[in-house]
């Protein structure tokens, strides 16, 4: 890493202690940024990185709601708003049992790159509880998002910060939250949550896009190797919103998608995937994966076992941070792995990165190729601003037209900076030049 950066590094490592993910993430930024520096020392100056790593402000709160025993529980809430230098602060909501700021954290800084390479005008930021909606009620889900927005609603907004759903969080709780919101302040105000329902100020596609997007940016990035998802052999890790239409993407471009997983284990079915019965399943039922191998024949499950154990030219993790290691990428590699699209945020460790890269395998970073959601997220805010509702032939364009456009941004920063098809630098380059741009010219807040 380039020695200026590495006291900055140094001293955001320091002020904040124990948040492994974040130091990840802040990490693997500066790796890319030496060169900006060289080209840019008023970005030194300003302590551009310095106030980058630092939120805008963080909330923290307590989430106090009755379970259907009449018991009450506690769980904590957060909302870090990271960096509004492009727009009003834009990012998800996580419900996981795992959730502490250093999540947060870590989620909201990718997130400040990710949304600048969208282009839109959309700043970074994160949220979400260590709230587990697993084996909860419809009603004590809605009980939890109630409390939660009652505590939420005043820090956010149209023009302030719009969160949407990420890990936990769906239309479900964006319903229950959107009501909360309404209640609360007696304004009919679509723009201040996304992935909202289609009737009342959602957009077509946003259910989609994050895994179509994934899938459109990795076959960009196939492309430049003459190559296409046209008889590739997929393996998608995760079986939640964005595995489920990154298999259904991937198996339209003619791939066969062989095996996807959840936390409990996998399921390999060398036919492809039925995403019907998966949609079934998963977001009807609200089942474990367990109970798709129970309706087909000829498929097999893996109890508690690595999906990337299976073959693949491409892997597409979909489930979580750091689910992918240097062990299991480099199995991958020696069994002819050509490309990764990253769906999820960081779910490959800084050795399985390297791995790739070593290998010349196409690599598609989370901050650009998983880009799609919050893009449609943006164009769901430009609906809601207009008052207009788009068809879905046409939102899909666009989302096709932001994800080549992030695909070009970052090849061709890569080239700027004398490192052709390394996305990861393209990415990282490409986000935070147009922030510390913004930055410099708002002067010094
Ligand atoms: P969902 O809640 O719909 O699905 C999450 C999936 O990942 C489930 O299959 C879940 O399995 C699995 N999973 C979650 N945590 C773990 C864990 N600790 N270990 C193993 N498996 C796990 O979430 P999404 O599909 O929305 O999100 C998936 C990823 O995509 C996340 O990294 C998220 O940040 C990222 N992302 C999401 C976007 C969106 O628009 N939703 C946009 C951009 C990125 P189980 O049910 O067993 O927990
Ligand atoms: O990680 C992400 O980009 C998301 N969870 C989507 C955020 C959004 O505001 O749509």
């Known amino acids: 890493m380039d020695a200026r950066l590495e006291a900055v590094r140094d001293t955001v490592l320091a002020r904040n202690p124990g948040e492994s993910e974040f130091h990840q993430a802040v990490v693997e930024v500066f790796e890319s940024l030496g060169p900006v520096h060289d080209r840019h020392p008023e970005f030194l100056e300003a302590a551009i990185l310095e106030r980058l790593c630092e939120p805008e402000r963080q909330i923290i709160f307590r989430v106090p709601w009755t379970d259907d025993s009449g018991r009450v529980q506690i769980n904590r809430g957060f909302r870090v708003e990271f960096n509004s230098a492009l727009g009003p602060y834009k ?34 930021g994160k949220g979400g509880s260590d709230f587990d909606p697993r084996g909860r009620s419809d009603a004590e889900v809605m009980r939890f998002c109630q409390s939660f927005m009652t505590e939420l609603y005043r820090h956010i907004g149209e023009y302030t910060d719009v969160p949407a759903g990420d890990i936990g969080v769906g239309g479900r709780e964006i319903g229950y939250l959107f009501g909360q919101y309404k209640r609360i302040t007696n304004r009919y105000e679509s723009g201040v949550l996304t992935g909202k329902g289609i009737s009342w100020g959602g957009s077509l596609v946003r259910p989609e896009a994050t895994g179509f997007g994934t899938v459109i940016f990795t076959e960009e990035m196939l492309k430049t190797r003459g190559s296409s998802f046209d008889g590739q052999r997929v393996v998608v890790s995760g079986s939640g919103n964005v595995a489920i239409n990154a298999i259904a993407k991937a198996q339209a471009l003619g791939a066969t998608v062989v095996a996807c997983s959840d936390s409990s284990g996998y399921v390999v079915d060398e036919a492809g995937i039925d995403v019907g019965l998966l949609r079934q399943v998963k977001e009807v039922e609200r089942g474990r994966l367990k ?60 050795d399985a990165v390297a791995v790739f890269q070593e290998a010349g395998v196409l690599f598609g970073p989370g901050k650009a190729a998983n880009a799609g959601g919050v893009a449609t997220s943006a164009l769901e805010m430009q609906q809601n601003a207009s008052r207009d509702s788009w068809s879905f032939e046409h939102t899909e364009q666009r989302l096709t037209d932001i994800m080549v456009g992030i695909h070009h941004r970052c090849a061709s920063t890569a080239d700027e900076y004398g490192d052709p098809g390394n996305y990861v630098l393209g990415a990282n380059i490409g986000g935070f030049v147009k922030v510390a741009d913004a930055m410099l010219a708002q002067g010094l807040i």
């Open 91 to 124: 990012g998800g909501l996580r419900f996981h049992p795992s959730v502490y700021l250093g999540i947060v954290k870590f989620l909201g800084f990718e997130q400040i790159f990710k949304n600048a390479l969208t282009g839109m005008p959309i700043g970074g």
């Open 291 to 350: 109970d798709y191998v129970l309706r087909r024949s000829g498929v097999s499950y893996v109890e508690a076992g690595s999906v990337w154990d299976v073959d693949a030219t491409v892997a597409l993790p979909c489930a979580t941070q750091n689910e992918l290691d240097g062990g299991a990428a480099a199995r991958l590699v020696r069994n002819g792995l050509l490309a990764v699209g990253e769906g999820a945020n960081m779910p490959s460790t800084r």
